[in-house]
């Protein structure tokens, strides 16, 4: 159940986390979302093995949707009337590797649950080094966090208390970069801390958000490509589990582009590059229409 996972976290990891106590205002006091009503986001995936000479292609495809009193799917379970943001990954190898993933969460950036289905190929020498199939179940609700998981046959359930979310709120590690990008919208984010819930252990786990590199000029399609300003969001964790193994990193778009080679980006704060271990996501396709 403690294997590590140098992949997927998309989203980014992919469990439960809480704000720490040194924010003392409710999320949606000092958050703002920038996403549009709906965005799907396309990305080529790269792969690369330990020899640095094995590459992994694959695709991932990132929707998130505002709701009002809608019906959404969150794995097995229909949330009726649900006002909030969707989001929605799907990611496939060529391997055969997948990762399918939804979380629903308020406007307050209060969760309501999570679901993460992921199938990886292991290679020997690599992580992992052998097959993994892990499946992960989270609901919020009488102010407590449901959980079961079925980690390669080994089946776990229970609760944890987390009382009124203004004090404890406990979040899914794939609202993590939708955090860090809301966070950017008063230019003055520098570093956020969290609390991780690990399915390997259940206890919480020290995780940190922080920009780096703000403001920087990149080019996401090679020397040809067109300039576009961003910065970089960084997330580390101080232990190991499924989907969390290594420290990851997310450069944002800092500015609206009607035209960036071929993509309209229509809201600034998008992920263009994403990367962990020795993942890659490249965005390729951008829209905010449904």
């Keep these: 159940m403690k294997k590590k996972i140098l992949m997927f976290i998309l989203v ?23 996403w549009l009503d709906y965005e799907k986001i396309t990305y080529d995936v790269t792969r690369t093995l330990n020899d640095n000479t094995t590459k992994i292609k694959g695709t991932s495809t990132i929707i998130t949707e505002r709701v009002t009193d809608g019906n959404v799917k969150v794995g097995e379970r229909d949330i009726n009337g649900f006002s909030g943001t969707y989001v929605e990954i799907n ?5 055969g590797s ?6 629903a969460f308020k406007s307050s950036f209060e969760p309501i649950a999570s679901y993460k289905n992921i199938n990886i190929k292991g290679y020997e020498g690599n992580s992992p080094e052998k097959d993994i199939n892990q499946v992960t179940n989270i609901f919020y609700t009488d102010e ?33 970069y939708h955090i860090a990008r809301s966070s950017y ?10 609390k991780v819930l690990s399915t390997g252990d259940f206890k919480m786990k020290t995780l940190t958000v922080s920009g780096s590199a703000i403001n920087q000029e990149i080019k996401i399609f090679g020397e040809e490509g067109a300039v576009i300003k961003a910065d970089l969001v960084s997330i580390s964790l101080n232990q ?30 998008i992920p263009l590059i994403i990367t962990e271990g020795k993942m890659e996501y490249r965005i390729s396709a951008y829209t905010s229409q449904k």
């Design 91 to 95: 990611t496939q190898l060529e391997d």
């Design 185 to 194: 919208i008063s230019n003055s984010f520098s570093s956020l801390t969290t």
């Design 12 to 34: 980014i990891g992919i469990l439960a986390v809480v704000l720490a106590g040194c924010i003392s205002k409710p999320p949606h006091k000092i958050f703002s979302d920038p």
């Design 144 to 176: 407590k966090c449901y959980y079961d998981t079925d980690f390669d046959g080994v089946k776990t359930s229970g609760n944890v208390k987390v009382g009124k979310w203004i004090k404890t709120p406990y979040y899914d590690n794939l609202m993590l």
């Design 98 to 103: 997948i990762m399918i993933a939804q979380v």
């Design 240 to 269: 190991t589990f499924p989907g969390s193994g290594t420290p990851m990193t997310v450069l944002l778009s800092r500015e609206i582009k009607e035209d960036y080679n071929g993509l309209n980006l229509n809201s600034d704060r």
